[in-house]
């Protein structure tokens, strides 16, 4: 099993299943800021030119979220995914909630923050998103209070993917108001094997946190 990654995007949610698994896989570094992503090598590997992908035999994996379930699905002993129906409705639906309504003013952020080039940027639309995304949050602080875990009693992939995305808000200052949030952030990040937080990722690409 291979695992194509850069260490601060989020491979690390697909690095963190790995490691809560015990799976051997082989990291494979794609430098994005190299441009190896836009290689014809890598781009026959995925099309789409992002990351992270994950390689088992013959099957070719891309995002981040549908890697996950497909781990955790190939290793059911974990229980990553609920196997009473209503919990894992509830799962799928915070996997959603947090790629559509929390990640996606994050993703807003970054582009024109940094990601766009400056004359493409939209510095408008950076508070919009923000507020975007405070609003989505409260909703998730307000959920999480009293709880472990976002659903049910044990862990499961949502955790992890919210984890991460919890932790990416984290960087740049969005969680300031949402103590439920950070302490479950951090909680998550606690676990024995969980993987390097989004800072101590762009520190070892030599790249400090916004």
């Known amino acids: 099993m291979k695992l194509y990654e850069f260490a601060p995007t989020r491979s690390i949610r697909v690095r963190w299943v790995l490691q809560e698994l015990g799976v051997e896989f082989e990291a494979i570094t794609v430098n994005l800021r190299a441009g190896e992503h836009r290689t014809p090598a890598f781009l026959a590997i995925n099309p789409t030119g ?28 974990h229980h990553f995914i609920p196997k009473n129906l209503p919990l894992r ?7 959603l909630f947090a790629t559509t309504e929390l990640e996606q003013p994050l993703w807003r ?4 923050t940094s990601l766009y080039p400056e004359a493409s940027r939209l510095p408008a639309d950076i508070p919009l998103a923000r507020q975007d995304f405070t609003n989505m949050a409260a909703v998730l ?5 009293g709880r472990q875990f976002v659903v049910g009693e044990q862990v499961t992939i949502a955790d992890f993917v919210l984890a991460y995305t919890l932790d ?10 949402f103590p439920t949030l950070v302490d479950y952030m951090e909680r998550m990040y606690k676990r024995p094997k969980a993987p390097m937080r989004i800072a101590a990722a762009l ?3 030599g790249r400090s946190p916004q």
């Open 168 to 177: 990416w808000a984290n960087e740049i200052q969005l969680l300031a108001t």
């Open 203 to 205: 520190a070892s690409i």
């Open 89 to 95: 409705a509830q799962m799928y639906r915070w996997l």
């Open 109 to 112: 952020i970054a582009r024109h």
């Open 50 to 77: 992002k990351l992270p992908v994950l390689v088992d035999g013959e099957h070719i994996i891309t995002e981040s979220v549908a890697i996950a379930l497909y781990l955790a699905e190939k290793y059911p002993d």
């Open 141 to 145: 602080e307000n959920h999480l209070s």
